[in-house]
């Protein structure tokens, strides 16, 4: 029993992680249709600028880590100022092309930085784990969960009560109605990106300080995205949270009990997937994502 | 103006002064396609003007040419000018029209259909900055549309085609304009909601917004309106009183389905039609 609440608080403490990464990537896909493949580059820059903020420069690491939210929203607005924007009115997989050209620009950049090859650690800013009754619980897991909670209730306000928020929903319903009441669509795309930023620096901060700083872990979150936006409906933010987790909490289960019957093991990174496909066989659009309204 | 013909000097300016002058305006889709060939509308303050054509009269791009809704089309003013209260607008972005006091009801609704009602009518008021101001727009929009009221909650997705429309009528006015530009607000609803419709419509006006309405169903539209304007092919062909255009022959004949004496056999009105055209 220990054994196994010891692999769901570690499930979701990484589906938290994946969570607030995919957090950035439904808001990009839910206002402007866009997939965003450089979800990953972003968690890794924001988990380096932290790192640079906390180590070279000297700042508390949560004094970086506010700042650094900062710096991604306006690393966000620059991202779709100079990528996106001149994108407007083009067919969506251009756009989406060009996601992919960003995500592959921003990881050669990298190798500009000492970060690029250098494996990196946050220095210890957390007392030591929690142990009681065979668990142990890590306060980074705690800190990961609490980070995404505080994410995910202020966007939730911001969608649901603030006028902007709802705007920005409005443009993903219909852009032209949006414009004919004066909604600033290229304003939201901006926001959307630079709140996408956002939430991809906190998630960065919280693989940063679970395993550390090496580029192509950080980047590879990017990629655990899929799966969970696909299972909780691309469009969907609750589906981004729950999808997470369930992802973040199968792995652990698959690791921990298929690990040692499987020959070779791995199957944390495979058994998800199964989830997924049983998941969308059922439900098409994921478990939350919006159903087309069609009136007939 | 010289293009058209005016069926008595009674002119839009004899009925107040004019807030919207559009002057000799031409639209340009995609560089090439020409829709608008010289369009002049004078909009009196206070009044509504109805603007009646057939389909591919270029009715839709005059109100969007007006509202700023063009670029998102590919299409852009080439020649005239648009000037809403004496300010000139032609080429300027929507949301700059919006704020200086006009807003379109697109044609089709195009209610925001995964938002709840009340989160569509809020959408509405985003350029604005009055918070206790929007408020009591919000509970006025209710007066006007009490069955939104009871539906608030409800995704606008579900609802009715009249109630879609009020939707996007409730969803303009949150935007406080003086003049509303309503894209055939007919279309699609049965008779019986028309009427409803247009008497909200008539009320709204009555508060002091001017309105200008696009329709192919001219007499419910002469029918609210002070003044009419019918296009065809990219120009005005005619225009008048309510009250002239709903006696005009050709207007009865054209658009109204009513001709003078007795009903003429489908081929008569067939090569009616071919022989006489305003143009």
Do not use: C
């Not at chain 1, 929203?73 to 009115?89: C, N, Q, S, V, W």
Request: glycine share 10%; hydrophobic share 50%; aromatic share 8%.
């Amino acid at each position: 029993m220990a054994y196994f609440l010891q692999l769901l608080i570690t499930g979701i403490s990484i589906g938290s992680i994946y969570a607030l990464a995919a957090l950035g990537f439904v808001l990009i896909y839910k206002s402007s249709r866009v997939i965003n493949f450089a979800q990953g580059e972003l968690i890794a820059i924001g988990a380096f600028i932290i790192y640079a903020l906390t180590v070279w420069v000297h700042i508390p690491i949560w004094i970086s880590l506010v700042i650094t939210i900062l710096i991604s929203y306006f690393i966000g607005l620059g991202i779709e100022r100079t990528f996106l924007r001149p994108m407007i009115g083009q067919p969506i997989i251009s756009v989406i092309m060009v996601t992919i050209g960003l995500a592959n620009l921003l990881s050669g950049l990298v190798f500009f930085t000492p970060f690029g090859t250098l494996p990196a650690r946050y220095p210890d800013f957390l007392p030591d784990p929690i142990r009681f009754g065979g668990l142990i619980i890590k306060w980074e897991q705690i800190v990961g969960i609490l980070i995404t909670t505080i994410f995910i209730t202020i966007l939730m306000w911001f969608f649901t009560k603030s006028t902007l928020g709802i705007s920005m929903r409005a443009v993903a319903d219909d852009q032209m109605a949006s414009l004919s009441v004066g909604v600033s669509v290229k304003k939201v795309f901006a926001l959307a990106w630079a709140t996408a930023a956002m939430s991809a620096a906190a998630a960065g901060f919280v693989v940063g300080s679970l395993f550390g700083l090496e580029f192509g872990s950080l980047t590879a979150i990017g990629l655990r995205v899929f799966p969970v936006v696909v299972l909780g409906g691309l469009d969907s933010i609750a589906g981004a949270v729950i999808g997470g987790i369930i992802i973040g909490v199968l792995e652990q289960l698959a690791t921990g009990y298929l690990d040692g019957i499987v020959p070779g093991g791995g199957t944390g990174d495979v058994f998800p997937f199964v989830v997924l496909i049983i998941i969308l066989l059922i439900k098409p659009y994921g478990l939350f994502g919006t159903v087309e309204i069609e009136r007939v | 103006m010289t293009e058209s013909k005016v069926i008595s000097p009674s002119r839009p300016s004899d009925l107040g002064e004019i807030q919207l002058d559009v002057n000799n305006v031409e639209v340009v889709y995609h560089d090439i396609i020409q829709v608008l060939r010289g369009v002049s509308l004078e909009i009196p303050r206070g009044k509504i003007i109805a603007l009646l054509g057939t389909n591919g009269a270029g009715k839709t791009t005059t109100l969007r040419a007006i509202s700023g809704l063009l670029k998102p089309e590919n299409g852009f003013v080439k020649a005239g000018s648009i000037s809403f209260e004496g300010k000139s607008i032609q080429n300027a972005s929507g949301q700059k029209i919006v704020k200086s006091g006009i807003v379109q009801v697109p044609e089709g609704r195009r209610v925001f259909k995964h938002l709840r009602i009340e989160e569509n009518l809020r959408v509405g008021s985003i350029t604005r900055t009055d918070k206790k101001q929007i408020a009591k727009d919000l509970l006025h929009i209710y007066e006007i549309f009490p069955k939104l009221y009871d539906l608030r909650r409800k995704q606008a997705g579900y609802t009715s085609g009249g109630e879609q429309q009020m939707i996007a009528i409730g969803r303009a006015l949150m935007a406080a304009p003086k003049l509303l530009l309503l894209d055939e607000p007919s279309l699609g609803l049965a008779p019986l909601l028309v009427k409803d419709i247009f008497e909200r419509i008539k009320t709204v006006n009555q508060e002091g917004t001017t309105v200008l309405v696009v329709e192919q169903n001219a007499s419910i539209a002469l029918g609210i309106a002070d003044y009419g304007y019918i296009m065809e092919q990219g120009k005005v062909v005619l225009e008048g009183t309510a009250e002239q255009l709903k006696n005009n022959p050709d207007v009865k004949e054209f658009y109204m389905g009513v001709s003078e004496g007795k009903r003429k056999s489908f081929k008569e009105i067939k090569s009616y039609k071919r022989r006489k055209r305003w143009m």
